[in-house]
């Protein structure tokens, strides 16, 4: 049975970093793409990055490139998102998936207030 634990999020000033964690299992996590999405209050999921099974190609949605970072350790079966200089408009619930499956975990809240 898939499953997708994330952890990591909290609340944190503007300008702050936090990194998200998606612990893995009951899948071949390295031959599996991974995303992470995020869901605001009021507004559809939206995919932030993802990344390719051996780590070799990521992709960002505009609104967090070369803010956030996309990484897997493929031996402990993870997928982290390193997310800096944090913005009011990234607080969110974030996910994690396997590209092209419906598998989601219970996400991670992140709030970004002062």
């Known amino acids: 049975q898939v499953q997708l634990v994330e952890s990591g999020g909290g609340l944190v000033q503007p300008g702050g970093s936090l990194r998200l964690s998606c612990a893995t299992s009951?899948?071949?996590?390295?031959?599996?793409?991974m995303n992470w999405y995020r869901q605001a209050p009021g507004k559809e999921r939206e995919l932030v990055a993802s990344?390719?099974?051996?780590?070799?190609?990521?992709y960002y949605a505009d609104s967090v490139k070369g803010r956030f970072t996309i990484s897997r350790d493929n031996a402990l079966k993870t997928v982290y998102l390193q997310m800096n200089t944090l913005k009011p408009e990234d607080t969110a619930v974030y996910y994690c998936?396997?590209?092209?499956?419906?598998?989601w975990g219970q996400g991670t809240q992140v709030t970004v207030s002062s």
């Open positions: 990344i390719s099974s051996a780590g070799f190609i990521s």
């Open positions: 998936n396997i590209r092209g499956q419906d598998s």
């Open positions: 009951g899948f071949t996590f390295s031959v599996s793409a």
